[in-house]
Every structure is written in structure tokens, then in C-alpha cells.
């Protein structure tokens, strides 16, 4: 198992791809902590764990309130003494031209893909730093507040390197999940069908596309990659 004995924290995980990166962590001997604003979602998913053999626990937690991710940090590592792994998987998009949008729209846009990782990132590293060890993964994108998760990835990699600390990011491709389906599939068909012909692949990408790409660099197999983006999009982005 790579994952023995780590303790992981996702955030996000209640449904779509958090969940499959969290079952995947799990099968690879991780204590994963459930983190999501959906209290329910995210206790049916640590249940589902348990119940294949694994070891998880739910917590509700809005990751743009600092102090609530800063509190929900403290609680995993009162549970499970430290943190190994942090996947920064929560977020939101809603696609509308921008000159359509309202500073609203991009205060939570900017709030929950920019803000609440910086968020999760500033609450571990802490924990991390002290042990001289650590996994960061964020789902990042090539578009507007997620592509600044990149930056962020770049900079934090770089100046926690010497602490033998991991951070890397993963963007997906547009994706068969809930929120695909919400908010691309019921607010613009024509787009949502656009998307699924212009992938190499022929095809959307699935949850369980992604999780094995986080496994991998959350694991020790990519001690050496820090500061990286991996695009798992079936060819759609190509550098």
C-alpha cells in the first residue's frame, strides 16, 4: 500500500471527483478526513470507506472561512496526531460570459478555487514543517481563479522544497460529475456537448480518471516532483 499509515485530508469530497480521490487514497492505506460543506455527502462517503476495510471520518468545513479550516485542521490532527497529505479538490465554476458577471460572482469564485486552498495550504504546512514531510495536491485548472492555483503551487513548492514537502497540481478535463452536470449540462447544453467533442480522447473524464494521478503524486513514487502540473484531460490540453 503506498499510502500506509498517512493521514490525508480532502476537501471537497463529498461527491464527484473528492470522492473518488478519497476512496483511492483510502484503498492505498491512507485515514482520510472527509472535508466538505455537505455534512451528509461527505459522512456517506466516510461510511462507504469503512465499510471496504478502510479508515475516514467526515468533517463540515467551508473551507473560505480560514478560522473553520484552521479548526477542522486542529480536530484531524487531534484524531490522528498529524497530516500528511492535503487535496485542495473544492470548488465551483459556473460558465457565463464575463462581462455577464457581478463582483459577487467573483467574490465566491475567487473564494472557494483561490482563497479556500490558500486557505487549506496555510492551516497544514504548519503540521508538515515539523515533521519535514508532506503531500500538497490541488485540482487546478488552466482557467481564471484556478489557473492562480498554479502560481500558488509554483511558489509554496519552491519555498517548502528544503522541507522535503511535495505541493503539484492535477487539472482535470471537463468531467462527468454533479457539478458538471448542474451547472454546464442544465445552464448551457450546447457548450456542455461542445466540450465532449473537442477531447483527443472521444470522450468527458470520469471522477476515477483523476484520483489515480493524486494517489501518485501524493505518494512516495513522486518524491522528486515538486512545483509540476499534470494535465489528466484525455489530450485536451497538450504543452
Known sequence: ???RDRVAIVTGAASGIGRAIAKALAREGARVAIADLNEAGGAEVARAIEKDGGAAAAWRVDITD???VA???????????TVHVLVNN???DRPMPFVETTPPFWDRILALNLRGPIACTHAVLPHMLRQEYGKIVSIASDA???GGIIAFTKTIAREVARHRINVNCVCPGPSETPLFQQE?????P????SLKRVIPWGRLGTPEDIAPAVVFLASDEAGFVTGQTLSV???????
Open 66 to 68: 480560514a478560522a473553520a
Open 144 to 146: 481564471a481563479a484556478k
Open 71 to 81: 479548526g477542522m485542521v486542529a480536530s484531524v490532527v487531534a484524531r490522528w496526531g
Open 1 to 3: 500500500m503506498k499510502l
Open 233 to 239: 484531460s484525455g489530450g485536451l490540453t497538450m504543452i
Open 184 to 188: 454546464f449540462v442544465a445552464q448551457s
Open 90 to 92: 473544492a470548488g465551483w
Open 190 to 193: 450546447r457548450l456542455a456537448e
